[in-house]
């Protein structure tokens, strides 16, 4: 992995309000070795249009780098890094004292975005609320669940309760889920459940106008 530190001439981590040297590590797990540096500055420079330009021209010359330290990084500095996808880290103190610990929380950031997009890329996967005729939907939400632990019957319908207008949406499941009652009050629907088998309940919702 690589992180771009700016520094000062003692090492320390230095702000964007004054000049520095950008300092490139790779490696982890306590190896790491300094691969490139950068003398930079905007202390001196005029103009916005001319700051941006500066600090997009440094972070293009860090190549495949995409974690960046300083002791501050506000304004136009992160607002420009932040856009080429950069993650900033505003740390006090010298490389050998963060650089692990920033190591470790990309690492736990990267495996979030994994697990996230594994999970969208598996709820795509899944069948849909199903549209019989104008207004009236199905899903069997039993199933879902069933080929999927991790999706919440909160995360299948609430999107679709919030969004859709619907005269009435039929759903199959093992157990009326505990949210129903605040969440149907909130969004003004009103339910009838019907017993089909001893692992099946059908739920009808539908909003409280449709037959009030």
């Known amino acids: 992995m690589e992180i771009a530190v700016f520094q000062d001439i003692s090492g320390q981590t230095q702000s964007f309000l004054e000049p520095g ?10 190896e790491w070795k300094i691969i490139k540096e950068i003398i930079f500055r905007i202390d001196n420079v ?5 700051i941006r330009e500066s600090i997009k ?9 995409k974690t960046f330290v300083g ?17 900033t880290w505003e740390i006090e103190g010298t490389p050998k004292e963060f650089l692990e610990f920033v190591f470790a929380k990309e690492q736990d950031e990267k495996k979030e975005r994994l697990k996230s997009n594994a999970s969208a890329k598996t709820q795509n996967k899944l069948p849909q609320i199903e549209q019989f005729e104008d207004g009236n939907y199905f899903v069997n939400l039993k199933n879902i669940q069933e080929n999927s632990v991790n999706i919440t019957s909160k995360g299948i319908l609430l999107p679709f309760l919030r969004t859709t207008t619907f005269y009435q949406l039929e759903i199959i ?21 019907e017993v089909i088998n001893q692992n ?11 037959k009030e």
């Not at 040297?21 to 306590?30: A, F, N, R, T």
């Not at 005029?46 to 001319?50: D, I, Q, T, V, Y």
């Open 21 to 30: 040297i950008i300092k490139v590590y790779s490696g982890q797990m306590g």
């Open 46 to 50: 005029a103009g916005l249009k001319a």
């Open 57 to 65: 021209n440094m972070a293009e010359a860090l190549g495949e780098c």
């Open 71 to 87: 002791r501050e990084i506000k304004g136009i500095p992160y607002h420009v890094l932040d856009g080429m996808e950069f993650n």
């Open 173 to 193: 499941c093992g157990h009326i889920p505990h949210w129903f009652v605040v969440e149907f009050e909130k969004l003004n629907l009103k339910m009838e459940s």
């Open 200 to 210: 099946e309940i059908r739920v009808t919702v539908y909003p409280k106008v449709c």
